[in-house]
């Protein structure tokens, strides 16, 4: 009997004190000012040069920095960089360390880690490879200056520094950034305003930041991702929560303070809510469009691929894909309206919807109805509405479409296939972007044509060209005149087929002040009450 | 009995190599290509193809899948595509959750279900019977995901009783550690109860007709102690094996659970490495959840020994 008194006793003061314990955590925790949010996607990659993930990229804000950064009126501000200048003939650019830089590891920013990281982003993106395309060399000069020298003149070096789209070039310590950029680092030490917690990692599910006790933010306002870096948190826990539902009831009642994209079609629930509040976050937002395959009958006719311009009508996508009329917008522009590139040159098709010219100018291509193959990928919340309306659309034209629903990892593979559809290959599907990830003839890998074509290979060397006239040309009039010729050849040709922009929300509750409007959501400037 | 276990021990080893080899084969001859995901959009066709030859998805399948078993053998389930990580530490690190969701579940499951099935059997025909068995039928027609978000809307979000989603570690403290398996729980259990209950009353009515239990009332124990002593330990050994199955079964269910409720275990694992086609992540979880398995079915056989004395290996 006493033993069991004894075991008993013994039972409940286990309980009291793990009861204690979990008190104690809690008002640890409590004194902290946690963020926690749900996420875009899924981070299980962490480098941000290995990947384009946006998701990755948003990490990689938290966790380092760049060299220069676009403000809101997306125009090139230093970052980490204090001051620069570049020689009167235009080669030799020079660049000098804000004082103070530190790596997470307690260790300095030197000149020799950035041109490490310069080189291995330059290997790895598009707007970097063109850089380092004319780039003559790279040099550390000391522990705080380094000098980029080109082979010629070209007008977008601080641009390309200063890019906000994957891939971006944050700055890596020398070791890491000495990494193969096929492989990806093992180590997440940055020299941004927020430390990545390693220990708490949970690849796909959690990740956490802990403010960085020794970043010196710029003096300036914060501004998109220029400015002062100012971090007002302690902690910010990203939990990624794969059921849209759920986490906007989540939301709803406490359990989190932010969702970084809530599901398009409950947004309408959360504006019901008093404490949470609902605003677009990205300035520009997405574009969506259609590739179609020029190698393959019937859209290997200029006046196929032309039939679809006449036949589209934006809006049907819109609607269907986001419903809210104040989120989207239609417009016809390779490099996206709202941007500095913005052109409508030649855009007399998407203003005249016309299906039957549609059916003319297909049946004058030669088009007998036999079916086309169109892609799915029906597990993307974006990318199947969208092919469904583009289905229809289709056939309103008169054409045959055969649908291959897939799932999005499927569709990668497969859209990368030269072969004709019906041995594999394809005819039509549909992608989306970021405006920011398109707004130039460098950054839009979907316009490239010939050699570097993206999916659908089109070929047209004037486009080729011109895209590096652009990319030459230091006058911004020059520049503008350009990109009204390449919007013209583009549609003319059609690269693809622009299906209108659109802008994604975020949500959050009241009590968070100070959150920036960009395309990936940053955590500093951001208060808890 | 040690040699019975012994070489039921070395009969898993050929089952885990076929499925090792199934699984190997069904995941590379199947489309989608982790090397394009992880480039992303913006990457050139030549990218792509280096990133391949990086990960050595560009080996031959045979290749491939000699160079992943010399590392399982080995005790290496190799690293993860995306994160880069070890496989077998991803799989610790999901494991307390599918752990700790699958023993609550199945602990609730049979607290209620044994003794509801027990007391249909006995009250045979009357309205508790028909009631339990009608409870029986709707547990099976409701889907997990149906039950989940009805849980939530009623339990959490409207009484605000429990929390919405999540999961808590028992290091984060015994209270929160429950809380948080309380609706998923419910939710995962519902048709496993259903299951349970209806195979209890079957065996238990069955036994109940036995001319031992006439004879046990006839010496005038109550009826409690029938069925409590004699009805139900002859009639456990079909209910161990229908629990024993349910666990497996549940093991499967565990997917959407974890996805409704937001709890990062082994079922959420899986289901994104299939989407990102992540195959060392599918085959290292595929090859634990057939090692569960296989344990389970033995531990079911060796446990029909203590139920049944009758039965001997």
């Not at chain 1, 599910?205 to 002062?228: D, H, M, N």
């Not at chain 1, 299906?499 to 949500?507: K, P």
């Not at chain 2, 699984?23 to 913006?42: R, T």
Request: charged share 20%; with cysteine; glycine share 8%.
């Amino acid at each position: 009997m006493f033993t069991k008194v004894r075991s008993l006793t013994a039972l409940l003061l286990v309980a009291a004190a793990m009861v204690a314990v979990t008190a104690g955590d809690a008002r640890a925790q409590g004194q902290k000012k946690i963020i926690k949010s749900v996420p875009i996607g899924a981070l299980k990659i962490v480098d941000p040069i290995w990947t384009t993930a946006y998701i990755t990229r948003n990490h990689a804000y938290m966790v380092w920095d760049t060299l220069f950064a676009l403000d809101a009126k997306n125009e090139p501000q230093p970052q980490m960089v204090d001051t620069w200048n570049v020689s009167a003939n235009k080669l030799t650019y020079t660049f000098t360390l804000r004082p103070g830089l530190m790596w997470h590891d307690n260790t300095p920013v030197r000149a020799a880690d950035c041109v490490a990281s310069i080189r291995r982003w330059g290997a790895k993106d598009g707007m970097g490879r063109a850089l380092m395309g004319f780039t003559d060399k790279i040099e550390a000069i000391d522990d705080k200056s380094f000098r980029l020298v080109l082979k010629q003149p070209v007008g977008f070096v601080i641009d390309a520094l200063a890019k906000i789209d994957s891939n971006v070039p944050f700055m890596m310590p020398e070791r890491l950034a000495k990494t193969d950029p096929n492989t990806q680092i093992t180590e997440v030490i940055g020299s941004g305003p927020f430390r990545f917690i390693k220990e708490e990692f949970v690849p796909g599910v959690k990740v956490v930041y802990e403010k960085f006790a020794g970043y010196v933010p710029r003096k300036e306002p914060a501004s998109q991702a220029a400015g002062g870096k100012v971090v007002k948190i302690d902690r910010v826990e990203s939990v990624y929560m794969p059921d849209a539902a759920v986490a906007i009831a989540a939301l709803g009642a406490g359990e989190v303070d932010v969702i970084e994209s809530p599901a398009n079609d409950l947004v309408k629930i959360l504006e019901k809510n008093p404490n949470v509040v609902v605003r677009p976050n990205d300035p520009l937002g997405y574009v969506l469009f259609m590739l179609v395959n020029h190698l393959h009958p019937p859209f290997d006719k200029k006046e196929a691929r032309q039939a679809l311009l006449w036949g589209i009508k934006q809006a049907e996508f819109l609607e269907v894909v986001i419903g809210d009329s104040k989120r989207y917008t239609e417009c016809p522009a390779i490099y996206g309206c709202g941007t500095q590139n913005e052109s409508r040159a030649g855009a007399e098709a998407f203003a005249g919807f016309n299906p039957e010219k549609a059916k003319a100018l297909l049946k004058a291509a030669g088009y007998n109805g036999q079916p086309i193959v169109q892609l799915d990928p029906t597990d993307n919340a974006v990318l199947h509405p969208a092919a469904l309306v583009a289905t229809q659309t289709l056939r309103r034209m008169g054409v045959a479409v055969d649908v291959h629903a897939m799932d999005f990892s499927t569709m990668t593979q497969r859209r990368a296939s030269k072969n004709p559809p019906a041995q594999g290959g394809w005819n039509v599907f549909l992608t989306n972007a970021t405006m920011t990830g398109i707004a130039n003839p460098l950054l839009n890998t979907f316009s490239l044509n010939c050699e570097q074509a993206w999916y659908g290979w089109p070929c047209d060397k004037r486009i080729v060209d011109l895209s590096r006239q652009w990319a030459l040309e230091l006058d911004p009039a020059k520049r503008k005149q350009i990109i009204g010729e390449l919007q013209k050849v583009h549609l003319e040709n059609v690269t693809y087929i622009p299906l209108g922009q659109y802008r994604s929300v975020i949500a959050y509750r009241k009590n968070l002040q100070g959150m920036i409007a960009s395309p990936p959501l940053f955590y500093w400037n951001v208060e808890k009450n | 009995m040690y040699r019975y276990v012994a070489r039921r021990l070395l009969a898993t080893i050929p089952v885990l190599g076929v499925v090792a080899l199934v699984v190997f084969g069904i995941l590379h001859f199947s489309p989608g290509d982790p090397a394009a995901l992880i480039a992303g959009d913006h990457a050139s066709v030549e990218q792509i193809a280096a990133m391949r030859a990086k990960l050595g998805l560009d080996r031959p399948v045979w290749e491939q899948f000699a160079a992943w078993s010399w590392c399982v053998l080995h005790g290496d389930l190799g690293l993860s595509i995306f994160s880069n990580q070890p496989v077998s530490h991803l799989i610790a690190q999901r494991l307390e959750p599918t752990i700790a969701l699958t023993l609550s579940t199945t602990l609730f499951t049979v607290l209620v279900a044994v003794p509801i099935g027990v007391i249909a059997a006995w009250r045979a025909g009357t309205w508790i019977d028909r009631t339990v068995m009608g409870f029986a039928v709707l547990g099976f027609s409701f889907p997990v995901f149906v039950v989940g978000y009805l849980l939530i809307y009623v339990v959490a979000m409207t009484l605000g009783w429990l929390p919405i989603q999540g999961y808590r570690k028992l290091d984060d403290g015994l209270g929160p550690f429950l809380t948080h398996l309380v609706l998923p729980s419910l939710a995962l259990g519902i048709s496993f109860m259903a299951l349970i209950a209806r195979i209890t009353r079957t065996s238990v009515l069955e036994v109940l007709n036995q001319d031992y239990v006439r004879t046990a009332r006839s010496k005038g124990l109550a009826m409690w102690q029938v069925l409590l002593y004699h009805a139900l330990p002859n009639a456990a050994v079909p209910i161990v094996t229908i629990i024993g199955v349910g666990i497996a079964v549940l093991i499967g269910g565990v997917v959407v659970t974890e996805s409704v409720f937001a709890i990062p275990g082994l079922g959420r694992l899986v289901v994104d490495s299939i989407l990102s086609r992540d195959y060392p992540v599918i085959q290292g979880v595929l090859l634990v959840f057939a090692g569960v398995y296989v344990a389970i079915n033995l531990g079911i056989d060796l446990l029909y020994v203590v139920l049944d004395p009758r039965i001997r290996y």
